[in-house]
């Protein structure tokens, strides 16, 4: 495992990186987990948005985006005039032509996620190793 110059919280393993928000940057503003992390099939940041704060509205030429609100509450106003309240939890699809706005609305930082890509989903591919028989089981030795 070894740490990144640019990121050094972020672990690297083969084939993996761990890290966590605050290890991609402080304050306000866009935390890189694209590249924090090295995501390279799509694009995904994490906003950091502190109350009374709003974006412009905006609009993507060819990536849609799905929205994931982890703390606080934001409004995505949407070029139709349609309004739509997230609090933690909340998620949002946005195809790319569609025009949308962010304000944080709450008393305290909004944390939302957003991913973007375009192309599709490839359909499930997850297999498990030779030998296993399953995906989930208890967790070994916790007696259950």
């Known amino acids: 495992m070894e740490a990144s110059s640019e990121y050094p919280k972020v672990i690297r393993g083969d084939g993996y990186a761990v890290g966590h928000i605050d290890d991609l940057g402080e304050g306000p503003g866009f935390r890189k987990i694209r590249k924090g992390l090295d995501v390279t099939a799509f694009g995904v940041n994490a ?33 139709d005039g349609s309004v739509q309240r997230l609090e933690a939890g909340g998620m949002a699809r946005v195809d790319a032509a569609t025009v949308r706005k962010i304000r944080n ?33 208890p967790i070994h030795g916790s007696g259950g």
């Open 105 to 137: 609305i709450g008393d305290v930082e909004a944390i939302y996620l957003c991913a973007g890509g375009k192309d599709g989903y490839i359909g499930r591919d997850g297999r498990v190793r030779p030998g296993e028989e399953q995906r989930i089981s």
């Open 47 to 79: 906003i950091v948005m502190p109350p009374g704060i709003e974006t412009g509205f905006h609009y993507h030429d060819l990536q849609e985006e799905l929205y994931f609100v982890h703390r606080g509450m934001i409004e995505m106003e949407f070029g």
